[in-house]
Nanobody, 122 residues
Framework: QGQLVESGGGLVQAGDSLRLSCAAS????????MGWFRQAPGKEREFVTA????????YYAESVKGRFTISRDNAANTVYLQMNSLKPDDTAVYYC???????????????WGQGTQVTVSS
């Protein structure tokens, strides 16, 4: 069994930046596809971005493209989400996820973190 633990959330103002981290336990995560999702109050959880175990071919939702960057450090079993030019609409609980499938994109994931709150004030 693996575990994902997110950190780095907080309260920021519009236009600010924030970096989320997701620490993964378990020896297999270096070969897993890692993703970030978010869920705003009263809305369904939505896909944000994902990255293959190679670190290549990241995939982004249109709403964050050009502002968010996903990266990973396999040696540290950690994936990051750099969020720039934050907007109030980015306010949500952000979840880290992992899956065995070699496809960086939306869809079912096998493991989930507990989430970290990001609040962007206007």
């Amino acid at each position: 069994q693996g575990q994902l633990v997110e950190s780095g959330g907080g309260l920021v103002q519009a236009g600010d930046s924030l970096r989320l981290s997701c620490a993964a336990s378990g020896r297999f995560f270096s070969t897993y596809t890692m993703g970030w999702f978010r869920q705003a109050p009263g809305k369904e959880r939505e896909f944000v971005t994902a990255i293959l175990w190679t670190g290549l071919s990241p995939y982004y939702a249109e709403s964050v493209k050009g502002r968010f960057t996903i990266s990973r450090d396999n040696a540290a079993n950690t994936v990051y989400l750099q969020m720039n030019s934050l907007k109030p609409d980015d306010t949500a609980v952000y979840y880290c996820a992992a899956r065995r499938a070699l496809l960086a994109g939306p869809g079912p994931y096998d493991y989930w973190g507990q989430g970290t709150q990001v609040t962007v004030s206007s």
